[in-house]
């Protein structure tokens, strides 16, 4: 059973995590949410529309203008002290690779660390056992934070990313974080190529498999345009389709800028699947 914040959840239960962005150059709004008031009108609509989760980010993924520590924590901390006051009951994550900034947000409410470099930073894990915080566990191939893939080669990919993600969630569990507050995730572009990034899609019930909750990062990502050769605005569909077939493989929450379509097509997932009954059914009924 996943615990987040102080909700638990069903083995079959699909999660939405909401992409908050608290920087000027984010890859997908442009900055658009790095305003204060602007980052909690995004809050409160994606709320609205269902998301379980918010995934504040202080740095963007990708290359670009040094962000250190400070800098950090000074966009997320006082954001993520007025998100927890004006929401208490939602799960609040934080996309950070740096102890620091853990700690720091860890102070303030933050309930899950979304460590996107996959451990990276060991002190991290320490920080989320400390706190009693969730843990994402993400493959990136060993890359380093903020740089781009470059000729990357895997002898066997799903082999790499099973054993990079299991270690290191059974490392936090052996530091003290709860087994019930971490999840897997196979890190679609990060320390991947295209090719690598629709393979880990396909085989995703191999993550499935191990127990642990996966997390699937999936929206609007470049394996999605290079897919389809489409530029950023117009990978929606091609996004949906990723993520149901990630839901269909069992995965269990799913970060996304798109909150109400993801919502639909998660639902219809689950309809297909069983786990959960059509909002209305009269058809042939009456």
Known sequence: MLKLG?????????????IVNRTPDSFYDRGSTFAFE???ERVAQVVGQGAEIVDIGGVKAAPGDEVDADEEIRRTVDFVTRVRA???DLIISVD???????????EVG??????????????????????GTGLVCTHAGGALPRTRPHRVHYLDLMADVLARTVSLANRAADLGVDRGRILIDPGH????????????????????ATGWPVLVSL?????????LDLPLEQRLLGTLAATAVCAWQGAMVFRAHNVA?????LDMVAAIKGSRAPRRAIRGLA
Request: net charge negative; hydrophobic share 40%.
């Open 189 to 208: 572009d990060f320390g991947k190529n295209t090719w690598h990034s629709l393979e880990i899609t396909r085989r995703l019930s191999e993550m499935v």
């Open 38 to 40: 602007a980052g909690l």
């Open 96 to 106: 950070t690779w740096r102890h620091e900034v853990g700690r720091a947000v860890c």
């Open 86 to 88: 004006d929401f208490p």
């Open 110 to 131: 933050a309930d899950v660390l979304n460590d996107a470099w996959g451990g990276h930073d060991p002190k991290l894990a320490e920080v989320a056992a400390e706190f």
């Open 261 to 265: 379509e993801t919502r639909q097509v």
């Open 6 to 18: 102080s909700h638990s959840y069903a083995d079959d239960a699909v999660l939405i995590m909401a």
């Open 219 to 227: 929206s609007n990502k470049d394996f999605v345009g290079e897919a």
